[in-house]
């Protein structure tokens, strides 16, 4: 145990549908963040309060204090690092582009010309769409959960979703309607926040916490538990 965390409790705030990274499960929160974030802490001897949030109230909190982290599946990018401190990365990830199983005219970015698509506010997939939005001449609407956006599309409102691929791969493997239509774009990779020079000691147990869960094996057993299972 790391004393200067112990018998500490750490209100965390995540999203709300970002599987396999945090999602509930017969009502309980699961996923690869809500495993990691409370290994590490049983392996630092600190104690975690979820917040399950949304990904942008999630963030908002962090910035106004009323959390003290966030794990969201959150892209370590140097404009959040003005405001924010990140642990090391945890996850490699980026962006990628779905639509409507059934739909056979949208393959490309090409083809978004005159159309509405759907990204998560705050997030990197909002950020990637809305920079080649005016290149091909398409819309972006903002909302708060993934699971919104791919019935956004899945009702035609939207003709496709850009989300994280490691998120979307997922929830295409497990039928959700969706296919995927283009190549990953490079990504930033996932770490844990605080506010900028705010708990640093939180900040620096989440990472040796974090390298001794990869040096025991336990974080690969995580990854494992949540990406090799069968849909
Ligand atoms: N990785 C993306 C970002 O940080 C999306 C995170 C999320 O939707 N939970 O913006």
């Known amino acids: 145990p790391n004393t200067e965390v112990t018998g500490e409790t750490y209100v965390i705030g995540t999203d709300t549908t970002f599987a396999p990274f945090e999602y509930r499960k017969d009502g309980e929160l699961t996923g690869i963040d809500m495993d990691l974030i409370r290994d590490i802490a049983k392996n630092q001897g600190f104690t975690v309060e979820i917040?399950?949030?949304?990904?942008?109230?999630?963030?908002?909190?962090?910035?106004?204090?009323?959390?003290?982290?966030?794990?969201?599946?959150?892209?370590?990018?140097?404009?959040?690092?003005?405001?924010?401190?990140?642990?090391?990365?945890?996850?490699?990830?980026?962006?990628?582009?779905?639509?409507?199983?059934?739909?056979?005219?949208?393959?490309?970015?090409?083809?978004?010309?005159?159309?509405?698509?759907?990204?998560?506010?705050?997030?990197?997939?909002?950020?990637?769409?809305?920079?080649?939005?005016?290149?091909?001449?398409?819309?972006?609407?903002?909302?708060?959960?993934?699971?919104?956006?791919?019935?956004?599309?899945?009702?035609?409102?939207?003709?496709?979703?850009?989300?994280?691929?490691?998120?979307?791969?997922?929830?295409?493997?497990?039928?959700?309607?969706?296919?995927?239509?283009?190549?990953?774009?490079?990504?930033s990779s996932y770490g844990f926040a605080v506010n900028k020079g705010q708990n640093p000691e939180l900040l620096a147990a989440f990472n040796t916490g974090l390298a001794e869960l990869k040096t025991s094996g336990e974080y690969q057993d995580i990854l494992d538990t949540y990406l090799e299972q069968p849909a």
């Open 51 to 187: 917040k399950s949030l949304g990904f942008d109230a999630a963030l908002q909190a962090l910035q106004s204090n009323q959390v003290d982290g966030v794990i969201a599946g959150m892209s370590i990018t140097d404009e959040r690092g003005l405001i924010f401190d990140f642990s090391d990365p945890y996850f490699d990830s980026g962006v990628q582009m779905a639509v409507a199983e059934d739909n056979t005219k949208i393959s490309g970015y090409a083809d978004l010309a005159g159309e509405n698509v759907v990204a998560k506010r705050g997030s990197e997939g909002e950020t990637f769409a809305n920079s080649i939005k005016d290149e091909y001449g398409f819309t972006v609407k903002a909302l708060a959960d993934s699971a919104t956006m791919y019935d956004d599309v899945k009702a035609g409102n939207s003709v496709a979703v850009f989300d994280d691929y490691p998120v979307l791969a997922y929830g295409i493997n497990q039928n959700n309607g969706l296919k995927s239509v283009t190549e990953k774009e490079q990504g």
